[in-house]
Structures are given as C-alpha cells and as structure tokens.
C-alpha cells in the first residue's frame, strides 16, 4: 500500500511540476506579446475593468456604440498600445512602452466612456479570472500596466489548470493537443481575451461528457454540475458552440438522472434569456447596415434557402478557404503579423499526421453513440459559425459571408478529434510510442513557427 501510494504521490508531483514549467513557458513567452495585441483585447479588458466594478452589463449613449465608463489610466494604457494593430511597422521604444506601464489607475472619480460593442453579447461570467487580476492589482496599488500583467498571468493559470482537469478525466487525442499547441491557439492562450478561457472550459465539458460515457464509471452529481456549470460559461460566451447544450440531455438519456434534465433544461433557458437580452440591448454600428440583427434573423428564419446558399457560395470562395487555414493555424496579432509562409503547409501535415494518430474503433455501443454525439455537435456549431457573422455582421442582402476567421472552427475541431478517438481510446506502446513523436515534432514546429512570427512583427 505504502508503495502504491508513494507512486500516486510521485504521478501526482509530476503533473504538477509540468504545469509548473508550462506555466512559467508560457509567461517568458507571453513578454514577447505587447498589450492589447489579441483581436478585441482592448474591449475585452475593458469589459473585465467593469465587471471588476459591480457592472454586470454594458450602457449606451445617443449615438454611440455600447460600452462602459472606464478608468483614465487603463484608456491611456490600451490606447498608447493600441497604436500597434494595423500598423506592422509601427514599433515602440522602451521609453514608450515604460510610460504607458507605469500609468497609474485615477480611482472612481475619473472615468470616460468606452466603447466595447463587441463584448455585449458575452456573458460576463467568462470574465471572472481577468476581473479579479485587474482588481487585485488596483487594490495592491499596482500600475496599470502590472495590474494587467497580473491579469495575464492569472487568465493563463485558470486556463492551464481546466486544462489540467480536463485531462485528468479523459486522456486527450493527439490532434487535440495538436491544436492547442498551433501558433493560433498558444498566442489567443497568452493574451487576457476570451479564446482560451472558453477553449479550457469547452475540453472540461467534453471531457465530462465522455467520462459520462465509460462503462467502468458512476456518473456522480458532481460530474453534472460541473458539465452545466462550464457550459453556461461556454455557450454564453460563444454563441455558435450552442450545440453543446445537448451534452446534458444526451447524459440524461443514457443514466436516467433527473438533476441532468433539470440542469440541461436550466441551461438552456439561461442561455436562451442571455441571447435575447444582449441582441435587445447591444449597440453596434461598427458595421453600417440598413437593417437591424433581430430583422435580418428573422429574414433567414423565414428563407432558409437565401442562408444556405450565402453559406455555399463563401465555402466555394478559395481565398476565403485559404484565409480560414491561415487563421486558423496562425494569423497573429490582429491579423497583421502571418507566420512565415513555408510553415503553413508543414503544419497542416503535422495536423494531419496528429488527426491519423487520433483515430480509434468504438469498443462498444455507448462508445459509438458519443461520437455520434460529438460529430454532429461539431457540425452543427461549425454551420453556426457562418449564421452567427451572416446575421450579425454581414451586410444584407449577402452574397457571401465576412467577419469568419479559422479560430473560431477551434473547439467543433477538438469536438471531432475527441469523437475519432472515442471514450477508450486502447493502442499499444508501439502506437503511444509513434503519437509522442509525432506530438513531440509537431510542437516543436509550431512553437518555432510562433517565437519566429512573434520576433518578426513585434521584435525592435
């Protein structure tokens, strides 16, 4: 017993050092990132700095996007970075970049009014981690610009930890860590923005789900509460990855346990009141449209053929296609800082190797029932994706669909790379021993492809 036990102490200290180093890797490399850097961070953290204040949800002025009143400091701050986007010569100095760090927060009194549309129809609970890095820095009486550092290091850990949980509950396909690790999904990671949250959060809840679908295992009331609780985070905050609402029920179904029906039921109509609200109350005229989002919805709801073909004729666009693989893979900062070009194609047959390794048969009818499960989840959220942008983004009537980028394919990507290898996935050491080579050549490709990419558009 003593020995058993010595060797779960020693697992356990193991992880725990690999979280450690990953942990602190991934802050030296997130110093190469200058502030505001992540599509929309500048908005995101804004909306942190309000919740970190009491205001749950956003205001409006005549005439003006949605927004919030935010401290004068922190709109120095994220307005001296954000000269950066769009501008890839544009490079600051140490002296910039010091003055804007050492601004100070002004305190209740002095505050203007931000606008930050983009994160009206975000539940706020997804901003929890970057609210308290934030508060906690003010109250330390730190800068602003420690204050966010703070922020990022505290938004990396939660993610790192979910990630963690998730895959002491299931162990994670090649092609998931695959994706995780693309020069994409480690710079969104980095970065206070909602990506990795949602991404970790997303794992938790499939790896749940699967763990609901062992033969060996008790579905225990813990496991149902932690499903519903990550995904109120997870649909509340991405809209497309609605689909996953089916997890409870499906669990339901297979265990017969009423608190799954009443938490997936409760889900649901959280998540249902949260869309109607935001569409009801956002102000957005980032993108001038005769027509208002609730009209244009309605307008497909009612010619569903009109979204098909919108959708048909994007998908048929080659520059669009090459633009989601690109974006996917790693389109960096606000999509102004690409990787260097030979690296795309040796990352997608790195993906492609990851997604063959990943690959398992069903070992019994449950087994093949969650991967049904997952696939058509994947599929659905993928094709909400492009009803998501044609209804809020695109002007109307629509030809083709614009706003997409390949991130966001993200989550129904390791939605499917968790159904090819199913709830056990069983392969000899040969077949471990072959994945960890692919992993361990892939990573090393991908991390090359960032530090180079990060050097290119931010280095000087």
Excluded at 214 to 222: A, C, G, L, S, T
Excluded at 259 to 266: A, E, F, I, N, T
Aim: glycine content about 8%; proline content about 5%.
């Amino acid at each position: 017993m003593k020995s058993s036990l010595n060797a779960v102490d020693l697992k356990t200290l193991g992880k725990l050092l690999i979280c450690i180093v990953l942990a602190v890797a991934g802050w030296s490399l997130s110093l190469m990132i200058p502030p505001m850097q992540s599509p929309d961070e500048n908005q995101h953290v804004a909306r942190a700095h309000l919740l970190a204040h009491g205001a749950l949800s956003l205001s409006t002025l005549p005439g003006r996007n949605s927004g919030g009143w935010v401290d004068v400091g922190l709109v120095a701050f994220m307005n001296g970075y954000m000269t950066l986007p769009g501008n890839p010569a544009r490079r600051l100095s140490g002296g910039e970049r010091s003055q804007l760090d050492q601004e100070k927060w002004h305190g209740e009194g002095s505050r203007v009014y931000y606008e930050m549309p983009g994160t009206g129809y975000y539940l706020p609970l997804a901003y929890l981690p970057h609210a308290a890095g934030l508060r906690g820095g003010e109250l330390l009486g730190l800068s602003v610009g420690r204050s966010y550092g703070l922020t990022r290091i505290l938004v990396l850990l939660t993610c790192l930890s979910l990630c963690a949980l998730s895959f002491s509950l299931h162990r994670p396909p090649p092609l998931v860590i695959a994706v995780l690790l693309l020069p994409m999904s480690v710079f969104q990671l980095l970065s206070p923005s909602l990506d990795g949250i949602t991404t970790s959060l997303a794992l938790v809840a499939t790896s749940v789900f699967l763990y609901g679908f062992d033969e060996d295992q008790v579905w225990p009331r813990w496991a149902s509460w932690t499903l519903a609780s990550s995904l109120l985070v997870v649909v509340g905050s991405r809209v497309h990855l609605l689909p996953m609402v089916m997890m409870p029920f499906i669990l339901y179904w297979k265990h017969r346990q009423r608190r799954d029906l009443y938490l997936g039921s409760g889900l649901v109509l959280v998540s249902m009141a949260w869309f109607v609200y935001a569409l009801l109350w956002t102000t957005d005229l980032r993108v001038v449209r005769s027509h208002g989002t609730l009209d244009v919805l309605r307008y497909y709801l009612t010619h569903p053929w009109e979204a098909t073909q919108a959708i048909r004729r994007t998908l048929q666009d080659a520059d669009m296609r090459d633009f989601y693989f690109r974006s996917f893979v790693g389109n960096l900062g606000w999509l102004d800082a690409p990787l260097r070009s030979f690296f795309y194609p040796w990352l997608g047959i790195g993906l492609g190797l990851c997604a063959l390794a990943s690959i398992s048969s069903p070992k019994h009818v449950g087994d093949l029932h969650a991967r049904v499960v997952l696939l058509a989840i994947a599929f659905a959220s993928s094709i909400l994706v492009f009803i998501a942008l044609l209804v809020t983004w695109t002007p109307h009537p629509a030809h083709v669909i614009v706003g997409v980028q390949g991130r966001y394919f993200v989550v129904p990507i390791l939605l499917t790379a968790y159904a090819m290898s199913g709830v056990v996935p069983d392969k000899g050491t040969w077949r471990q021993s072959l994945d960890w080579l692919v992993l361990v050549a892939f990573s090393a490709l991908s991390l090359t492809a960032l530090f180079l990419g990060l050097q290119d558009r931010f280095a000087g």
